[in-house]
């Protein structure tokens, strides 16, 4: 499994991003590279932004892993495994050293997941109305050690991501990282105005 370097969207073409920091975008289940891409402009502008397309094709768009949504959210760790180590080869071949993560739905499970793999190498992570997957890692305590900032954005009204996998979300961040929990009233599978402006001030902060 390898990210398709060709698909990835910049914000800044290649003699522009010198000296830069990162910020990856990981987009959801069924959707593609352009998606979180729209949002680019409205994020702060001194990271270079680079949006992914996942491997595996889904529908029109694209996942990064297979997922049964008729029995609740249920996935293969293995392949999940599996994306991540994709997505950190391809950060393999790039130049950054302060890199930061924003992921919705099934890509807020891909930034938790490359920072249980990969714990000193993110700055930051934002989570929006995403997941942790379940199962335990030998580099959790790592983690835990260095509690890196994460963004946990997610609306009331969110009928995609079950009760069970909040909860578990909530439980494993608050012993994992230095969490910033949002809920906004209202929201759906969805990214409101007023959480955008939050993960602004939360980048401006710890990315």
Not at 103 to 121: K, N
Not at 141 to 157: H, K, Q
Request: proline share 5%; with cysteine; glycine share 8%.
């Amino acid at each position: 499994m390898q990210i398709d370097s060709s698909a990835v969207l910049w914000s800044a073409p290649e003699h522009e991003r010198t000296g830069r920091p990162l910020l990856i975008l990981l987009h959801g289940y069924g959707s593609h590279e352009g998606d979180l891409f729209g949002l680019a402009s409205l994020l702060p502008q001194q990271p270079v932004i680079a949006s992914l397309r996942a491997p595996l094709s889904e529908g029109i768009g694209f996942s990064w892993f297979p997922i049964n949504l008729n029995a609740g959210l249920r996935y293969d760790i293995e392949q999940v495994d599996a994306a991540t180590n994709a997505v950190l080869s391809w950060l393999d071949t790039q130049a950054f050293t302060n890199v930061s993560l924003i992921g919705f739905s099934q890509g807020a499970a891909m930034a938790l997941e490359l920072m249980r793999l990969a714990p000193t190498r993110f700055r930051c992570a934002v989570a929006l109305s995403g997941f942790v997957a379940s199962a335990e890692h030998p580099k959790d305590a790592a983690l835990a050690a260095i509690r890196p900032p994460v963004f946990w954005g997610r609306g009331t009204d969110d009928q995609v991501i079950p009760a069970a996998a909040i909860d578990g979300t909530k439980e494993w961040l608050v012993h994992h990282a230095s969490v910033e929990t949002h809920v906004y009233e209202g929201l759906a599978h969805s990214i409101s105005n007023d959480e955008l402006d939050d993960i602004v001030s939360f980048l401006n902060t710890h990315g």
